[in-house]
C-alpha cells in the first residue's frame, strides 16, 4: 500500500505542467498569397541545444522542412552547407535557464498553490534567402498546479515548436 501511493504521489509530481507555445513575426493570414512552382534549396544550423541533442534536433527540423515544402508544392533539396542554399534557418534555442521563482513555489507547495510562466522568446528562428531575412520569436507558456494532473495528456495533443516552424517556413515562403 505505501509503496502504490508513494508510485502515486512520484506521479503527481511529474504531471502537474501543461505547455503551450505563442508565436510572434508571423504575417496575417492571406489566402490570395500562394507560391507556384517553387524551388528551395536549404540549410539549417541549430544553436543552443545541448551536445547530445543536437544532431536528434537537426534531423527534426530537417524532416519537418521537407514535410512543409512537399505540402506547399515546392521542390526542396537540404543543402550541405549554408553558402549553397538559397535558404538559410538558424535555430537558436535559449534554453530553461531552470526554473522561475514561481515554480519553486508551486512545487514547494506540491502543487497546491498554482503558478504560470512565459519563457519570452524560448526558440527564435531566422530565416534568410538572397533577398529577404526574417525572424520569428517562440515564446513558452508553462501553467503548474496539482489540479492539471487529469490533464497532462494536453501536452501530447496541443501545439509543438516543430508545427511553428512549419507555420515560420510557410509564412515566409509565401510572404516573400
Given at each position: 500500500?505505501?509503496?502504490?501511493?508513494?508510485?502515486?504521489?512520484?506521479?503527481g509530481m511529474q504531471g502537474c505542467t501543461v505547455v503551450h507555445y505563442n508565436s510572434h513575426g508571423l504575417s496575417k493570414p492571406s489566402s490570395s498569397l500562394t507560391k507556384k512552382n517553387c524551388e528551395v534549396s536549404y540549410f539549417i544550423e541549430a544553436v543552443g541545444f545541448h551536445?547530445?541533442?543536437?544532431?536528434?534536433?537537426?534531423?527534426?527540423?530537417?524532416?519537418?522542412?521537407?514535410?512543409?515544402?512537399?505540402?506547399?508544392?515546392?521542390?526542396?533539396?537540404?543543402?550541405?552547407?549554408?553558402?549553397?542554399?538559397?535558404?538559410?534557418?538558424?535555430?537558436?534555442?535559449?534554453?530553461?535557464?531552470?526554473?522561475?521563482?514561481?515554480?519553486?513555489?508551486?512545487?514547494?507547495?506540491?502543487?497546491?498553490?498554482?503558478?504560470?510562466?512565459?519563457?519570452?522568446?524560448?526558440?527564435?528562428?531566422?530565416?534568410?534567402?538572397?533577398?529577404?531575412?526574417?525572424?520569428?520569436?517562440?515564446?513558452?507558456?508553462?501553467?503548474?498546479?496539482?489540479?492539471?494532473?487529469?490533464?497532462?495528456?494536453?501536452?501530447?495533443?496541443?501545439?509543438?515548436?516543430?508545427?511553428?516552424?512549419?507555420?515560420?517556413?510557410?509564412?515566409?515562403?509565401?510572404?516573400?
Amino acid at each position: 500500500m505505501k509503496k502504490a501511493l508513494l508510485l502515486l504521489l512520484i506521479l503527481g509530481m511529474q504531471g502537474c505542467t501543461v505547455v503551450h507555445y505563442n508565436s510572434h513575426g508571423l504575417s496575417k493570414p492571406s489566402s490570395s498569397l500562394t507560391k507556384k512552382n517553387c524551388e528551395v534549396s536549404y540549410f539549417i544550423e541549430a544553436v543552443g541545444f545541448h551536445k547530445e541533442r543536437t544532431q536528434k534536433t537537426l534531423s527534426q527540423y530537417n524532416q519537418t522542412a521537407k514535410e512543409t515544402f512537399d505540402a506547399l508544392g515546392c521542390n526542396n533539396k537540404l543543402a550541405s552547407e549554408s553558402a549553397a542554399a538559397d535558404l538559410v534557418v538558424l535555430v537558436n534555442y535559449k534554453g530553461h535557464g531552470g526554473a522561475a521563482g514561481q515554480e519553486y513555489l508551486t512545487g514547494l507547495s506540491l502543487g497546491i498553490i498554482p503558478s504560470w510562466f512565459t519563457r519570452e522568446s524560448m526558440y527564435t528562428y531566422t530565416v534568410s534567402s538572397q533577398a529577404n531575412s526574417k525572424t520569428y520569436n517562440l515564446d513558452h507558456v508553462s501553467y503548474n498546479h496539482l489540479i492539471l494532473f487529469p490533464l497532462i495528456w494536453l501536452n501530447l495533443l496541443t501545439d509543438s515548436e516543430q508545427e511553428h516552424f512549419s507555420s515560420v517556413l510557410t509564412d515566409f515562403i509565401k510572404n516573400t
